[in-house]
C-alpha cells in the first residue's frame, strides 16, 4: 500500500549475496509490504497487494508456468505440461497467477501486480519507496 | 544517492501462507479492508463451511443406526479415512489447483486446549473477516444427494445435524446453522424439521442442490407446508458433480465447476417456478445459495421468454418467472465482478438491496471477502450494509447489535506476524 503524499526513499533490505540464495522474501518496511524475487541473475519487486481482491499476494507459492503443449503441424495437444525454466507468483486468497518477471497475469495481460523500483547499490539490495 | 539505512526493527519478514497458517495470518489483508471500510457495519455471512472431514469421526461416532455406524468406523480406520461412507471422489477434488491455493483443507495451528479446532478456526474467520455471524455448512456432504444409497444420507444427516447442533453450536452464539435435510427420503426430511424447527440456533433448512430429484414432487409437499408452517427459510445449496453425463464432457475442474453450480439451482428455480410452488407455498421462503449471481437475469429474461409463449404449460402461475424470482434471496458467492455494467444491471433485476445476502463460503478456495461488496462502485452506503448484514438479519431474525470485535482490536492479537 502506497502511503500517498510520502516522497519517495531508497532502503536497503539487505546484501544481494546473502538475499539471492532465496527465491523470494516478502518484507513489511514500516507498513508497506513488498515482495522481492531473485532469479537466476534477475531481481524484482512487487507490491504485496493482489489487484484482484487486495490479497497478500507475494505471500502464495511460486510456481512453474503451466502450457499448453500443442503440435504446430498438426494441431493436436498431447496436454498440459509445466514450463520449469519460468516463474510463476500465486496469490495465496484465490490463485491469481503473475509472471515473477514481468508481473502480468498468465491469461489476461491487463491483470498486472504493482512493480517496486529494486537496484543493486554496492552490493547492497535497494528498494524505491513511494 | 546512498540508500537509507533504516533501523532493522522496522524491516520485519513475513511468511508464506500455507497449509499450517493460523487464519488470522491468511485473512489479515480483509481486516485491514475492514478497518478501512465497514468496521461499523453489521456482516452477516451466510455460507461458510465446516472441513467436516477433520472431525469426521466425530460425526460418525453420532450414526444412530448401529449397522452404518460399525460400518463407517471400520472405513474410517482402514481405506476410506476421513471420507467414510461418502461419495466425494479425493482424485478428482482438485480445489486447491495442484496445491497452489492452501485454506481449503487447512489444519488450525495453535488451538488451545480444551477448544474445538472446527469452533477456534470458525471464530477465528469472524473475527479476522469482521462477521458479526456466521452461518455454517457442510463441505464434503454437498455431494451426497447423488449418493447410491439413500439411507447412508439420511443416517449422514441425522449425525451430522446432531454434531452441528448439539455440539458446535452451543459453544458460541455467532455461529449460526441450517438443518441438512437428506432430500432424497421425504420422510426423514420431515422428521428433521420437526425435530429443529423451534431449535434456537438452527435459521433455516437446507437441501444440496446436487441431485436428481423433481422438487415440485408431491412427495414433498407435506415437508414444504411444514417449512412454510415454521417460519425459518429453505435454502438450496449448490455445488458440482463431475459424474453427471454432461458435465464429464468437461476436462477441466474450472469449466465443470464454473457450470455446474449454476446448472442444479437453475434447474430447480425452473421447476418451482413452472409448478407454481411461490402460489401453493406463498409464505415459504427460499434462498438460493452459492452459485453467483450471472444466472440470475439469463434466467429470468429465458423463464419469461419461454412462458409468455406457452403459457398452458405454467397455468398455476399469475406473474412473470422474474417477478417471482425477485422475490426469493439469493447469496452474493462467487460473485462474478469482471464486467461491473453487468453486475450493475444484475443486481437491479435480482433486486439485491433487499434480496442479496452477503456469504463468503470461506475456506473454500473461490471464497470472497467483505470487501467484494463494499467495493462496488454503484452501491449507495445503505444497499451495502443491507447485503452485508441488514437483508439477513431480516429474513432470520438476528439481533444487530454488535457482536464482532473491532478490526484493530484482530490486528493487534497478531503483532507481526501478517
Ligand atoms: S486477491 Fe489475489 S487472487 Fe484474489
Redesign the pocket.
Known amino acids: 500500500m502506497t502511503k500517498a503524499n510520502t516522497p519517495p526513499r531508497q532502503v536497503s533490505i539487505g546484501t544481494y549475496e546473502g538475499l539471492r540464495t532465496k527465491e523470494r522474501v516478502v518484507l513489511d518496511i514500516d507498513g508497506q509490504s513488498v515482495g522481492v524475487y531473485f532469479l537466476g541473475d534477475e531481481i524484482r519487486a512487487w507490491h504485496n497487494t493482489?489487484p484482484?481482491?487486495?490479497?497478500p499476494?507475494c505471500q502464495g507459492k511460486t510456481v512453474a508456468r503451466t502450457l499448453q503443449a500443442v503440435d504446430a503441424a498438426t494441431g493436436k495437444s498431447p496436454g498440459l505440461t509445466l514450463d520449469r525454466s519460468s516463474r510463476m507468483i500465486v496469490?495465496p486468497?484465490?490463485?491469481?497467477e503473475f509472471d515473477l518477471l514481468t508481473g502480468i497475469h498468465a491469461v489476461d495481460t491487463k491483470t498486472r501486480l504493482r512493480p517496486v523500483p529494486v537496484a543493486v547499490v554496492d552490493g547492497d539490495v535497494v528498494l524505491t519507496l513511494g | 544517492m546512498r540508500p537509507t539505512q533504516l533501523d532493522k526493527a522496522r524491516i520485519r519478514e513475513l511468511e508464506e501462507i500455507g497449509t499450517r497458517s493460523d487464519t488470522r495470518d491468511v485473512l489479515a489483508r480483509a481486516t485491514m479492508q475492514a478497518k478501512r471500510d465497514y468496521d461499523d457495519y453489521f456482516v452477516v455471512d451466510i455460507d461458510a463451511h465446516v472441513s467436516e472431514d477433520h472431525f469426521w469421526g466425530e460425526v460418525i461416532e453420532l450414526i444412530d443406526n448401529e449397522y452404518l455406524r460399525d460400518l463407517g468406523q471400520s472405513q474410517l480406520r482402514s481405506f476410506a479415512g476421513n471420507n467414510a461412507l461418502l461419495n466425494i471422489v479425493p482424485g478428482l477434488s482438485h480445489q486447491s489447483v495442484g496445491g497452489r491455493i492452501t485454506h481449503q483443507g487447512r489444519r488450525e495451528p495453535d488451538v488451545p486446549q480444551g477448544e474445538h479446532p472446527f469452533v477456534v478456526a470458525a471464530q477465528r474467520s469472524m473475527d479476522a473477516m469482521g462477521l458479526d455471524y456466521q452461518i455454517v455448512f457442510p463441505s464434503a456432504m454437498l455431494l451426497l444427494g447423488m449418493h447410491p444409497q439413500d439411507e447412508v444420507e439420511v443416517a449422514l444427516a441425522r449425525a451430522f445435524n446432531r454434531w452441528t447442533v448439539e455440539r458446535i453450536l452451543p459453544m458460541d452464539e455467532r455461529l449460526k446453522a441450517f438443518v441438512y435435510l437428506p432430500f432424497n427420503t421425504p420422510e426423514a426430511c420431515e422428521a428433521l424439521v420437526a425435530q429443529y424447527a423451534d431449535a434456537k440456533d438452527v435459521i433455516g433448512f437446507t437441501v444440496c442442490s446436487t441431485r436428481n430429484n423433481a422438487i415440485h414432487a408431491d412427495c414433498y409437499a407435506r415437508l414444504y407446508a411444514m417449512i412454510e408452517e415454521s417460519g425459518k427459510p429453505l435454502a438450496f445449496h449448490s455445488g458440482y458433480h463431475w459424474g453427471d453425463p454432461s458435465f464429464a464432457q468437461l476436462n477441466r475442474f474450472a469449466t465443470m465447476h464454473a457450470l455446474s453450480f449454476t446448472h442444479y439451482n437453475q434447474i430447480h428455480v425452473s421447476n418451482w417456478l413452472f409448478n407454481a410452488m411461490p402460489e401453493r407455498f406463498p409464505k415459504l421462503k427460499m434462498l438460493w445459495v452459492e452459485s453467483g449471481l450471472a444466472w440470475i437475469p439469463f434466467l429470468m429474461q429465458r423463464l419469461d421468454h419461454e412462458v409468455l409463449m406457452r403459457p398452458s404449460e405454467a397455468p398455476g402461475m399469475k406473474r412473470l418467472p422474474s417477478e417471482y424470482m425477485a422475490e426469493m434471496w439469493y447469496t452474493s458467492q462467487p460473485m462474478e465482478r469482471t464486467n461491473m455494467e453487468l453486475l450493475e444491471a444484475t443486481m437491479k433485476v435480482m433486486k439485491a438491496e433487499t434480496q442479496l445476502l452477503y456469504s463468503s463460503d470461506w475456506p473454500h478456495w473461490d471464497w470472497d471477502a467483505p470487501s467484494v461488496i463494499t467495493t462496488l462502485p454503484f452501491l449507495s452506503d445503505q444497499a451495502k450494509r443491507n447485503i452485508l448484514g441488514l437483508n439477513a438479519a431480516r429474513l432470520f431474525n438476528l439481533d444487530i447489535k454488535p457482536k464482532k470485535p473491532r478490526a484493530d482490536a484482530v490486528l493487534a492479537t497478531r503483532p507481526g506476524r501478517s
Not at chain 1, 484482484?52 to 490479497?55: R, Y
Not at chain 1, 486468497?93 to 491469481?96: A, E, L, N
Open positions: 493482489c484482484h481482491s487486495g490479497g499476494v496469490c486468497w484465490h490463485g491469481f
